[in-house]
């Protein structure tokens, strides 16, 4: 007997089923919510707080199946935003983001052992181009005002000097090594000035500072897999001896500003280069790291003379007041809400590290994640965020 569905009947027994859902109520246990996925851990339902933020409470479900996307870091968003960029006629690229003239018939890959590439007296002149909205402009600002917090480097507006950096919103992310002598351009255009740590990322170049996993010593502390780099782009990786690059007395920093994400320029989805230590991340971050801020202050020899940032959080110091900061972070809060999100959601807007790193998860759902075979479905964010359910350290 062939059965006969209209679509009438179809919308009725949809709408009986919408009507006899119990709705989630604010303090009810979402452990038995899902019959299909199974349990989940308990969570309750809180409010949003009232600072001024347009934030929507979490549901069960987006509680549940939070964590498939983790907030990227500032060298993140700069190689997905450069993804598309072709060689131009005056420049290109390498490691991504550092802009090298073609009429150069020899560039330094790091400025920090030149020292005639530093801006005299850490005063680095800019210009932000008018082109830029207002939204940007401040994004710029907050990005430089970090550097004033916590280095002796003193960006000042451009009156005339002959060699300034020029902010523009240009294609992509990118930036010259160190002074490089007339207008030099720094670019930001785009999602690259949607974050503040993409911009002190290039601002960092521009100071004299290449990415950390060049280091000499960096196979020490990173695998590189070049079986999982794209074809033609493995120059990316290279490592610079101790004739170009000095290392200005610290050590190898996982954590820095400047280091490459675990995935870039993959080719498969696979890791290209990875921490050896156990229960680190690499190439998350969108602040200074402690030994970020101590090279820059030694590459300019005032090591004595810098504040610290005074009642700024410390990158090494930061905790959560809310335990909904990482679901506000993954839907864009850290943007949108910047005045009420940075100063009590440090963490989830990667402005910072926790304090006692070790060995932990980031999120509450991270053993559940675990017995549900996420750590081998999901590794690149499992493998960083629930290190401890996924018993890699």
Known sequence: MKLFTSPLSVFIAVCIGLSSAKPLTR???????????GPVDVQLIEEVPSFEMNLKTPTAY???????????????????????????VEHYLIEGDIKVDYNVSQVSPNAVRNRNVRWPGGVVPYFIDRSFDNGARQRILAAIERYHQTTCIR??????????????????????VGRRGGRQELSVGGACNFHRGTIMHELMHAVGFQHEQTRTDRDQFVTVYYQNIQPGLEYNFIRYNQDTIDHLQ??????????YPMYAFSRNGRPTIAP???????????????????????????????????????????????PNCSFWAQRGECSRNPAWMLPNCPVSC???????????????????????????RNPRYMLTSCRQSCNVC
């Open 155 to 176: 960006f000042v507006p451009w009156n005339g000097q002959r060699d300034y950096v020029h902010i523009v919103p240009r294609q992509g992310c990118f930036s010259a």
């Open 250 to 259: 610290t050590r190898y920093d996982y954590y820095s500003i400047m280091h």
């Open 276 to 322: 050896r230590q156990s229960g680190v991340s690499i190439g998350n971050r969108n602040d200074f790291s402690t030994t970020d801020i101590l090279k820059i202050n030694r590459y300019y020899e005032c090591e004595d003379t810098t504040d610290n940032g005074g009642e700024e959080t410390n990158p090494d110091d930061c905790e959560e007041t809310h």
């Open 27 to 37: 303090g009810t246990d979402n452990a038995n919510l899902d019959e299909v996925n």
């Open 62 to 88: 987006e509680l549940r199946t939070f964590g498939t996307d983790q907030e990227e870091g500032s060298m993140e968003y700069i190689l997905r935003e450069n993804e598309d960029i072709q060689s131009g």
């Open 350 to 376: 990667r402005q910072c590290r926790p304090s006692t790193p070790g060995c932990s998860d980031d999120n509450d759902f991270c053993s559940q994640w675990a017995r549900n075979g996420e750590c081998q």
